[in-house]
């Protein structure tokens, strides 16, 4: 099972692109790198998948390089509403082995 | 479609009770998950079914058990409770569990006392 290390906070300020990135040096062929927004008081919500390279939706780009030891999160233009805790989760998307492993995240305070 | 849905929200119970908790998955979803959440140890995985079937278990111990029925519902049962128990339990839904794309319910907030 890959672990993940990611920043345990960051700042920033609205209107910023924010970056974040997360560690998974020990993953496996087969892994898909995933991520997650979390507001208080409420369940994760998906926010983007990816295998290799780049990846980009209406939300977020996720950029992985060719080694995938590490993957970054990007958010472009950053408001207050997206201070939130930020998860980079690491594993196969397919088959029984489907145990993954959260850590505490990325708490993101974007300020005014 | 709506969303999953968890009940209660909201619940406190005494040390040495048991509890069981519900998840309603979004409709046509087949695998459902479940999560303990606390502010020491973040979220932790504690088993997925899928088709009625347990497919994942985490490191919990047996206290924690799970079932789902026929309709994907799911149910989670904790009991003997301990003060260590008080936490938030997710419940997450996903299509035939091939990706890692799960919708997750608001929760339900357990307090042990």
């Known amino acids: 099972l890959a672990k993940t290390t990611q920043p345990i906070s960051m700042d920033s300020y609205e209107g910023q692109e924010v970056n974040i990135t997360c560690s998974h040096n020990?993953?496996?062929?087969?892994?898909?790198i995933t991520w997650y927004q979390q507001f208080p008081s409420q369940g994760p919500r998906f926010i983007i998948q990816?295998?290799?390279?780049?990846v980009t939706n209406e939300v977020a780009s996720l950029f992985i390089p060719a080694d995938r030891k590490s993957s970054t999160l990007s958010l472009p233009r950053v408001s207050l509403s997206d201070t939130a805790v930020y998860y980079c989760?690491?594993?196969?998307?397919?088959?029984?082995?489907?145990?993954?492993?959260w850590g505490l995240g990325t708490s993101l305070a974007v300020n005014p | 479609k709506a969303g999953v849905t968890q009940t209660p929200r909201y619940l406190i119970k005494t040390r040495g009770q048991q509890v069981t908790l519900s998840c309603s998955p979004i409709?046509?979803?087949?695998?459902v998950s479940w999560y303990q959440q606390t502010p020491g140890q973040g979220l932790q995985f504690l088993f997925e079914y899928f088709s009625e079937t347990q497919r994942n278990k985490g490191n919990f111990p047996g206290r924690f058990s799970g079932r789902q029925f026929s309709n994907s519902r799911s149910e989670m049962n904790v009991s003997t409770l301990e003060l260590g128990d008080s936490a938030l339990y997710l419940c997450?839904?996903?299509?035939?569990?091939?990706?890692?794309?799960?919708?997750f319910g608001p929760g339900t907030r357990l307090t042990v006392t």
């Open positions: 997450a839904s996903s299509q035939q569990g091939f990706n890692y794309e799960q919708y």
């Open positions: 020990n993953i496996a062929t087969n892994d898909y």
């Open positions: 990816g295998y290799k390279t780049k």
């Open positions: 989760l690491v594993g196969p998307n397919a088959g029984n082995n489907r145990k993954l492993i």
């Open positions: 409709s046509g979803h087949r695998s």
